[in-house]
């Protein structure tokens, strides 16, 4: 059994594919009108045949208040890896991306976490 597909709940499509395709780095995998949304998937450039990441709408009315716990709470919805959370830190906070955890050492990893503008928090970690 594999992974083949994960989901980010998002506010807004279009935002959340240049967020994570002009900003993050991934690339648009599948792109498909569903009346009001799309089936929108992004991967890693690194692993275009690998695991999908649904952006998926948030208009369940049980998505606004879990997110808004989340945020609230400064939980991240999901974690990247990366090979140098420092570098990417930088990379991104030029890009103007904003972090609500500098990057920490959490012992066998270093993470950071920032605002998607799609309502979620993102965690990246780098393995040590």
């Known amino acids: 059994m594999k992974i083949n597909l994960t989901s980010v709940l998002v506010d807004d499509q279009a935002r959340a594919l240049r967020f994570y395709t002009e900003v993050l780095g991934f690339v648009k995998k599948t792109d498909v009108p569903l009346g009001e949304h799309r089936w929108l998937t992004v991967v890693s450039s690194e ?15 049980a998505a ?33 991306v904003r972090f609500t955890q500098e990057p920490a050492d959490m012992g066998p990893v270093v993470t950071a976490v920032f605002d998607d503008t799609c309502g979620n928090l993102i965690q990246i970690a780098q393995q040590k």
């Open 47 to 61: 692993q275009p045949d690998g695991v999908e990441l649904v952006l998926e709408p948030d208009a369940h009315p």
């Open 64 to 96: 606004k208040a879990f997110k808004d716990a989340l945020v609230g709470d400064g939980i991240p919805y999901t974690s990247f890896a990366v090979d140098d959370v420092a570098a990417e830190h930088r990379r991104l906070a030029q890009l103007g």
